[in-house]
């Protein structure tokens, strides 16, 4: 193990392989799972309609989602257990993880060994020295778990396999898909034929395996996208800022890695002190001579015993020398961290509107938990819209108040919820969305579970002032036609109307049946209003909250609120 680990020039490049293999191999492996969070097969009543792949496989062995999860739950997630594979070897390894296996440390590695200017010769050597801001994620951390004890799922926001599934799936794949579709369809009609039919071949191999069975669309693409681009662009002025400054994965790894026996051994005899072992550090951790190095912050990349002429630099078990055991906290920290994560909750649900006076458009995916339960436990990972069929889900941007940002809202306009669809279920890595069978929804005919009502979303309205039947005196009977659920929520009644010119009309008018409704959303996506449909669903009605109900219910022959 000596020797492999060794600055010997055999050893040092064969084991900088190995990582470099590791790193693309999960990355693909990442990319791959990420494009199988799709359905494409047949969405209905007798369509075997759930996932064939573990996409949530990167989600299960996330530490810090592990973690958030039970303090805010008091109990571990289906899966989540998984998450030791990865936390007991770095008590015993270090940072194995960031520098190996996690697919976001991946691509600002690759994206950090861009040339720059402000790194290169000296300032390139001094950007990679440890810095006290380093200690910005250990910061982070503390308030992020610390939010999760107070019932709120802020870990979210800055998870990396969150950050990256959020960011890729909802906004680089659709953009890519997108011009890959535009481009291959211009090669198709270019009127040539060799080169239409190297389109169409294209075109067929793509759809068949990296393009969407459906062009996918998000609101707030544009603004996710520019996020992670911002973290890419960081890499140009430090060598994976995320990972270094920013990353509470990485912190907490960080933090475990204190107890590791394996670490960077130091010869000063041979060191000459040329530095060149920081020219490509990617921790920032200091691996030079003559100074303490800081092993929390290691990624274990191997790259400074790539660099090292002298061989002064090795890798071992129980070493003895003097280094920075841990995250080297101040006081100072801890507490900014801990008043940042109580401070948290009440700022962000300060403004929000609960209970019945929320926002009517807040309507959450079937399955989805009480509200308080669901920020409590969701990651906005994005996992659940990005696997939609019906692109319905949308991450949230004002409908549950800051504290809610990025989690998913049924938005019936852009997509409505499938009755026999439970891939949301399937996908989330927490239970924020608890796992639904068809038969538990209750939405298609026969198959309900025993005399269980239906899971319900919400409830239909009419706004009879831009209905057609109703306004107009015209004919329209979409939202009747489009409604799923048997017998229809929706109900037309024949009425003698008299048109513009005075002539006697029949015309069939719709209403809703609030006792039928689920909330799904087809009428109000099927509606020929565009800008402004005449059938429209809110929150009223949804069977996870007890509090924002608006029928009687009967016993016994009396109504009963």
């Keep these: 193990m000596g020797r492999w680990f060794a600055g010997e020039p055999s050893g040092k490049l064969r084991v900088v392989a190995l990582r470099r293999a590791s790193q693309v191999f999960f990355l693909l492996l990442f990319l791959f799972l990420l494009l199988r969070t799709e359905f494409r097969g047949t969405v209905g009543a007798g369509g075997d309609v759930r996932m064939h792949w573990p996409v949530r496989l990167f989600f299960e062995i996330d530490p810090l989602a592990a973690l958030s999860n039970a303090l805010a739950t008091h109990a571990l997630y289906r899966g989540l257990l998984w998450s030791l594979i990865i936390l007991l070897p770095v008590m015993f390894l270090g940072r194995f993880f960031c520098g190996w296996i996690c697919p976001m440390g991946t691509i600002h590695h690759f994206f950090g060994n861009l040339r720059s200017e402000k790194k290169r010769g000296k300032q390139g050597i001094e950007a990679n020295r440890y810095k006290p801001w380093q200690r910005t994620k250990y910061v982070i ?15 979210g926001w800055f998870d990396p396999f969150s950050l990256l599934v959020r960011s890729m799936g909802l906004s680089i794949l659709p953009g890519a898909n997108y011009a890959a579709n535009a481009g291959l369809n211009g090669l198709g009609h270019s009127g040539v034929g060799f080169v239409q039919a190297v389109g169409m071949g294209l075109h067929a ?13 998000f609101r707030q693409g544009i603004y996710l996208g520019l996020i992670f681009f911002v973290l890419l662009a960081a890499n140009l002025r430090v060598t994976r800022f995320w990972c270094r400054a920013l990353c509470p994965l990485g912190a907490l790894l960080g933090v475990a890695s204190q107890w590791s026996v394996f670490g960077l051994h130091k010869d000063p005899a041979s060191c000459d002190k040329c530095n060149r072992c920081l020219l490509h550090c990617q921790g920032g951790d200091d691996p030079i001579g003559a100074v303490p190095w800081h092993k929390a912050e290691c990624l274990m990349c191997m790259n400074c015993l790539d660099a090292c002429p002298h061989q002064s630099l090795e890798f071992r078990f129980f070493r003895k020398e003097a280094e920075v055991a841990g995250p080297n906290l ?10 940042i994560g109580i401070a948290a909750v009440p700022l962000l649900r300060a403004n929000t509107a609960l209970g019945k006076s929320r926002d009517e458009r807040l309507i959450r995916p079937p399955g989805a938990l009480d509200e308080t339960d669901f920020l409590a436990r969701c990651i906005r990972c994005g996992e659940c819209m990005k696997v939609c069929p019906n692109n319905a889900l949308q991450p949230a941007l004002t409908e549950a108040g800051l504290e809610g940002i990025w989690s998913p809202v049924l938005t019936p306009r852009i997509g409505y919820c499938e009755p026999s669809c439970v891939l949301c279920s399937e996908v989330c890595p927490t239970g924020a969305i608890w796992k639904l069978t068809p038969q538990a929804k209750g939405w298609v005919v026969g198959v309900g579970e025993g005399n269980a009502p239906p899971v319900r979303l919400g409830t239909a309205f009419y ?13 329209c009977i979409v939202c009747q036609e489009w409604c799923p659920v048997s017998p229809k929520a929706i109900y037309l009644q024949e009425v003698e109307e008299l048109d513009a010119d005075g002539n006697k009309k029949l015309l069939k008018q719709p209403h809703v049946d609030p ?8 009428c109000e996506y099927a509606c020929p209003l565009q800008e402004h449909p005449a059938v429209y669903v809110t929150s009223i009605g949804e069977s996870r909250s007890p509090d924002s109900q608006i029928l009687l219910t009967r016993r016994k022959g009396k109504a009963q609120s």
């Design 515 to 522: 006792s039928r409704c689920v909330g799904c959303g087809a």
């Design 205 to 217: 191999a793509l759809a068949a395996t990296v393009l969407n069975f459906k062009q996918p669309h």
């Design 330 to 339: 101040p006081r100072r920290k801890v507490l900014t961290g801990l008043a």
């Design 463 to 475: 706004d009879r002032g831009r209905c057609l039947p109703w306004a107009m005196a015209t004919d």
């Design 141 to 155: 951390l503390i308030a992020v778990l610390v939010a999760a004890v107070c019932g709120t799922g802020l870990v």
